[in-house]
């Protein structure tokens, strides 16, 4: 069992930086893939981004050049640095993690069975 524990959320102004972490424990292989997602109420929860067991990032459109996912050499601690932020990027953003996602689809949440419970950011305009 994979526990999950965000951190770092927040109110921002547009412009503004957040740095997000999320504490990983219960389990001894760190070779996972993981990611951050982020929903606003009423619509589904999407990938933001992603990193492989081999350390390969990928991000979606809207936030790349802005935000920065990384992880310890350890793999018990995922982090979002998001820059640049804007009002749309208002959600509440959560880690994820499992041990095999199918190609193609590592932006999709139900490839991931392990969760935290999400940490709210707020970007005001």
């Known amino acids: 069992q994979e526990y999950l524990v965000e951190s770092g959320g927040g109110s921002v102004q547009a412009g503004g930086s957040l740095r997000l972490s999320c504490a990983v424990s219960g389990y001894t292989d760190s070779r996972r893939y993981m990611g951050w997602f982020r929903q606003v109420p009423g619509k589904e929860r999407g990938g933001v981004a992603t990193?492989?067991?081999?350390?390969?990032?990928s991000y979606t459109d809207s936030v790349k050049g802005r935000f920065t996912i990384s992880r310890d050499s350890a793999w018990n601690t995922l982090y979002l640095q998001m820059n640049s932020l804007k009002p749309e990027d208002t959600a509440m953003y959560y880690c994820?993690?499992?041990?095999?996602?199918?190609?193609?689809?590592?932006?999709?949440?139900?490839?991931?069975?392990?969760w935290g419970q999400g940490t709210q950011v707020t970007v005001s305009s």
């Open positions: 990193i492989d067991p081999n350390g390969c990032t």
């Open positions: 994820a993690a499992d041990w095999a996602v199918v190609l193609g689809r590592k932006f999709f949440a139900d490839e991931y069975r392990y």
